[in-house]
């Protein structure tokens, strides 16, 4: 049964609004060129709501690059980007942000001295009294900050200690949870474990999921496999600027996803040179057709 709740300025948000067949954002064929430095060619991304979108990849791979086209950073010299099945080509990442697209970077632009409730409206301020002289609601803001971090699950005893005293995985959260109440309907993280520990990263990897849930379309950008098969529906994997593999949680299995990611596919062209070499061991390597998981072809319809 569906819930409503009040979120965004009063907005009545569902938890889990029903799913659709049209993606939220659809990359066809998309690429950037940087004068005769080609970064990405011929990107097919789909993604939907309640669904998180995974996107993988070796440094290098094009992965910064994707982020900073669907975030309105940069603009692609290739290929369709479709918001809502409209093409769209944004100039700054406030465009993106009016059409619902929110970025949380690795560094997540935060104030650490700060409270934590002062940076979750770091930029939007909510404000009382007539103009010129209102003033910031501290008492409000402090109230929907705690109201909007208990919805997804995080609880605080106090809002007004400094969010740099927060650990990596909760100030993660705090990124995550403000991005949702401010209208977001794609969540794009830039990886957002790639520093924690293995019980931080749990609790990101669980508000993740707790995004999906409130419907938002969530993509992934990491390099751990492991940690984006537990919460993965689709999965991408860049190779030099071009999608290598785009499958369905159904169509690849969690060593299939890390060899692709540990460029299994190269290794495997070289298994027979490799094994002519003193102390390198083949056994554990792949075959090259044993590394044949579907490009582009599984993201059709909503896994």
């Not at 965004?8 to 004068?35: I, M, N, W």
């Not at 970077?105 to 301020?125: C, K, T």
Request: net charge negative; charged share 25%.
């Amino acid at each position: 049964m569906t819930s409503n709740e009040t979120g965004t300025h009063g907005a009545v948000l569902q938890d889990t609004p029903p799913a659709t067949d049209r993606p939220l954002v659809e990359l066809r064929g998309a690429g950037k060129s940087y004068g005769n430095i080609r970064a990405l060619h011929g990107v097919d991304l789909k993604v939907f709501s309640n669904q998180v979108t995974c996107v993988l990849g070796d440094n290098g791979a094009g992965k910064s690059t994707l982020i900073k086209i669907i975030s309105g950073l940069h603009q692609h010299t290739e290929g369709e980007f479709l918001v809502d099945g409209e093409p769209v080509r944004f100039s700054t990442p406030r465009e993106a942000l009016d059409k619902g697209i929110a970025t949380v970077y690795q560094d997540l632009a935060v104030v650490p001295l700060m409270p934590v409730w002062r940076n979750f409206f770091l930029g939007s301020e909510m404000t009382k009294g007539p103009w010129p002289v209102r003033r910031l609601d501290i008492e409000r803001m402090k109230k929907t900050a705690d109201e909007e971090l208990r919805n997804m699950g995080i609880v605080l005893d106090d809002m007004e200690q400094p969010i740099g005293t927060l650990s990596g995985g909760q100030r993660q959260c705090v990124a995550i949870a403000r991005a949702v109440y401010f209208g977001a309907r794609v969540l794009i993280l830039d990886e957002p474990t790639a520093a924690l520990g293995v019980k931080q990263s749990g609790v990101v990897l669980k508000y993740i999921a707790a995004a999906r849930e409130k419907g938002l379309g969530v993509i992934f950008i990491t390099h751990n496999p492991h940690h984006a098969y537990m919460v993965g529906d689709h999965f991408s994997v860049l190779r030099l600027g071009t999608m290598e593999l785009s499958a369905s949680r159904s169509e690849v299995s969690l060593e299939e996803l890390t060899n692709h990611m540990a460029g299994g596919t190269e290794l495997a062209s070289l298994k027979h040179e490799l094994a002519q070499v003193r102390g390198v061991d083949v056994e554990e390597l792949p075959e090259e057709g044993d590394l044949s998981a579907p490009v582009a072809t599984s993201s059709e319809g909503k896994s």
